[in-house]
């Protein structure tokens, strides 16, 4: 199961087009409101999810996915229910995917170390002993980040190429233009 955390203050962009992605490449995948099932958006959006964090189980956890956006990358960061599932997917080597500001959730816990990633500008500063880059969508190991809400359909193109193939994403992506 692939999980995307939508706290508070998301930003819309990224998640939606990540999951509406996921969903057309026929991905496992679930929308996650942290603190509810309805989560209002960075942009006044308003999105009612598939389940709660505390409905989550890690027990088949494939992938989670952080979306950006302020201070939705704050109310992530400070869920211990997202804490602990990175946790898990770190000690377990399992996939996580960050965009925008979110990467420095993974920079605070020492996920990026010694890794290239990218994010959002300004936020690189947050993630210490890792290598940023300015690319748009960056995969080293079983990370994926992404710059920012221009960049979310590539992101989640990289998301569909790490867990199903590169040849069913550049089909879906042929598709999207």
């Not at 960061?77 to 997917?89: C, D, F, N, Q, Y």
């Not at 000690?91 to 020492?110: N, R």
Request: charge should be negative.
């Amino acid at each position: 199961m692939i999980y995307i955390f939508f706290a508070p203050g998301f930003e819309e962009i990224e998640a939606i087009a990540t999951l509406d992605i996921l969903r057309r490449s026929e991905l496992e995948v679930q929308s996650v409101g942290v603190g509810g099932k309805t989560v209002k958006g960075a942009h006044g959006i308003s999105v009612i999810c598939d389940v709660t964090d505390t409905e989550i189980s890690l027990a088949d956890l494939e992938m989670i996915v952080l979306p950006g956006g302020m201070p939705g990358t704050l109310n992530l960061e400070k869920s211990p229910v997202v804490r602990t599932a990175l946790e898990h997917a770190a000690e377990k080597d399992l996939w996580v995917a960050a965009i925008c500001a979110a990467p420095s959730i993974l920079g605070h816990m020492g996920m990026l170390e010694h890794k290239r990633f990218t994010c959002f500008p300004g936020f690189e500063q947050e993630v210490e002993n890792a290598h940023y880059t300015t690319e748009r969508v960056v995969r080293d190991g079983k990370i994926i980040t992404g710059k920012g809400p221009g960049c979310a359909i590539d992101f989640a193109l990289e998301i569909v190429a790490a867990l199903a193939g590169k040849d069913k994403a550049a089909l879906l992506g042929s598709s999207l233009q």
